[in-house]
């Protein structure tokens, strides 16, 4: 049994989270056992209550080298958005963890780094081939930002299509829950953080309601803006036409409720969302920053972020309009059918087993 410490899973409902999710449903429970790093985790009977932060850092630093030296990986599965902290796969080679994988899942930092913050950044991707075994990437742009000058690998976020397809019965149920009948129904799915810029949503909803009279538009998720969006959807008087749905394990059944998606994101690596929605055959309008590797299927249109909100809306009003796909066999045939990112991980890790223990040490 390969056992393995699975590092960025959350409470948040994101992109990464739906990754881990998964790939490790995925990953044969026959051959995998996966311990998913949480504030508080029970290893094998035994309470673990981790440090709350790094603020004390020899507090913090003790908590993990113990961690790891009383309790067994073989492999320690680090899933991350920056590289300013790297502690994890540090004190995992130390405790000789035989396998250390880094997958980088965007393309920019979300944090605002001040001058130390950035050496740390800079230190970090000239040595993180010395810390990490194996460097992933969500996408080509992902891996370029993370690792420039490096070799890493591609994982696709691959999908159980099955769960994402369109089916109208989510669609009638989804839409009947906030009172939508045959008017279009727009709506963003992900977190309501600065990456995601969720405030120029609201800004061109406004701008639709002025094009269409019955369109609304529904926020799938929850973030760290939620007080700033509600704030605006007052101030334009959009109570009616704005839904705040929160987080929610039933995400999958609204990618057959919109009539749009809309990504007027800052950055990005290879969204999780878009790939859901194109296997649900939904349309989706995007920000010019986005990848265009993200472009599976030919259902997603990208637009400017400089250009006006007027312009952002009237591309959404006439994406509406369009029909739903069949895609299953398009995202099959690219690569992004979960079972095969799983096998390619599986690969992955045995081959990187097999290497260090022909090499009978951690390197």
Known sequence: ???????????????????????????????????????????????????????????????????????????????????????????????????????????????????????????????????????????????????????????????????????????????????????????????LDPQKNPLMSVEIMKEISKLNATAKFVFVGDGELRPQVEQKIKEYNLEDRIVLLGPRDDANKWYSALDCLVMPSLFEGLPFTLVEAQAAGLSCVVSNTVSSDANITGLIEYVDLNQSTKVWAEHILETCEKERLDTKEQLKKAGYSIQDTAEQVDKIIQTSLEKRVQCGRVK
């Open 1 to 191: 049994m390969i056992r393995v410490f699975m590092v960025g899973m959350s409470t948040d409902k994101g992109g990464v989270e739906a990754y881990i999710s998964n790939l490790s449903i995925f990953l044969s429970d026959e051959k995998y056992e996966i311990v998913y790093s949480w504030p508080v985790m029970e290893v094998n009977g035994k309470m673990w209550v981790c440090p709350r932060n790094r603020h004390n850092y020899y507090k913090y630093a003790k908590f993990w080298k113990r961690f790891f030296k009383e309790n067994h990986f073989d492999v320690v599965y680090y899933n991350t958005c920056d590289i300013v902290s790297v502690d994890m796969l540090k004190f995992a080679k130390k405790a000789g963890v035989p396998v250390r994988i880094i997958h980088s899942h965007n393309t920019e930092n979300q944090m605002k780094m001040d001058m130390f913050h950035r050496i740390t950044e800079k230190h970090n991707r000239k040595n993180i081939e010395k810390i990490a075994t194996n460097l992933l990437a969500c996408s080509e742009d992902a891996g370029y930002w993370m690792f420039p000058g490096k070799k890493f690998t591609v994982i696709k976020n691959g999908i159980d299509y099955s769960k994402y397809r369109y089916q109208l019965e989510n669609r009638t149920e989804c839409r009947k829950s906030i009172s939508v009948a045959d008017g279009y129904l727009v709506g963003c799915i992900g977190r």
